[in-house]
């Protein structure tokens, strides 16, 4: 089948806003009433004695408690820098699109034509509008179609600690698509799509919703939440891990489903259906068939957390 090439709709210009951030001011406080010579020397009193104490013990509260403060300041008067680029082309029927963020939002939605759309929206925040135009320019945002479906890149530059700096992607793929995603560090949320899964966030949270697995798929989260609404294709068999944060998952009361799920260090809990949840040590398992003769599996992993399952 004959693909068009990717048509950035804005890539040579991007578009850019800069915002400022402002503190809000300060109200003034009336000034404090004189204190009579007996609160002044309970006073004295007590700053001798506690002060050894704050010194030893508190030196290092006060140090970063100051340094928070001040780090607040700094960060609520930064200037936001923006850019914005889009792209847009054609795909194969059942495309296999492939998605890599480095940081940021990362939402996914089905359409109703054979094409994939993508906004790219690249912020940086620093203390001057150049510190931040800089910033961007250590970010890029790419989107090419491929043999099989389209290859999307948001990649944002290392060696600047301490930098602000995000990609959010808003993508529109058919409904009946395959998904890799990988994503460093953010939110994912997917929305009525219809394929097999690949999916791993290392740290996040990772929403479907109006889902349809199809064939070996899988999610992965390190740190953050899972949650799942939606539905297994026969012969579908999904795997759900994460290492730290819970797995909320929700089935048709009638799926014809085998669910597997244990937790190292946490709890498993089942609902509407009716489940034996076995206790070892401080983690719990269960493995049952939703209803007779299951025609896919859910096997969910979770080290510290919890699990859950409900009824659509």
Known sequence: MAMSAPTPTNTPHERATETPFRSPPVEQQPPPRKANNTALIVTIVAIVVLTPVLVCGGAALLAGGFGALLSSRIATNRIEQTATSQFQFAVPVHPSITIFDTAGQVTIASGDVQQVTVEATKRAHAASSQAAQDLLNTMSATAESTANGASINATIQPNHPGSQRTIDLRITVPRTSDLRVTLTAGTLSVTSVTGVLDVTNTAGTVTMQDMTVQGASSVKVTTGT????????????????????????????????????????????????????HQSGIGQSTAFDLNPQPTSTVTVRVDVGTISLSAR
């Open 226 to 277: 899972l949650s799942f609404d939606g539905a297994l294709a026969s012969e579908a068999a999904m795997t759900a891990a994460v290492t730290t944060g819970n797995v909320n998952i929700r089935l048709p009361q009638t799926s014809a489903t085998h669910f597997d799920a244990s937790t190292r260090v946490g709890s498993v809990s089942v609902s509407p259906w009716t489940a034996t949840i």
